[in-house]
């Protein structure tokens, strides 16, 4: 269907159609939200800013830099030798560092 965007608008007609869009459409879509809801998800799982993390303990795998890795010596950051860009004085930058 063509629509003519030159036409002028009638603002009732805009109004009610958004209006029946917002509207529930029911108690059994609101039940059926919350039926999709996992168990798992809970707010244990948020950390607020300023929270008080100290008890905590993390455990992770440390992987070593592979073959065909490298590390910045200006970000630090373990790339793919692809992104070697140069090396100075025996230390290699990757291309957003190069510069």
Do not use: W
């Amino acid at each position: 269907m063509a629509v003519d965007y030159d036409q002028p608008r009638n603002r009732e007609e805009e109004q009610e159609e958004s209006l029946e869009v917002l509207k529930p459409a029911g108690r059994d879509a609101a039940r059926a939200a919350v039926l999709e809801l996992d168990d798992n998800d809970t707010a244990e799982g948020i950390d607020l800013p300023g929270a008080d993390l100290s008890g905590l303990e993390l455990t992770i795998q440390v992987v070593p830099v592979q073959e065909n890795e490298f590390v910045c010596a200006s970000c630090f950051l373990v790339r793919h030798r692809s992104q070697r860009a140069l090396e100075r004085h025996g230390e290699t930058y990757c291309t957003d560092c190069e510069g």
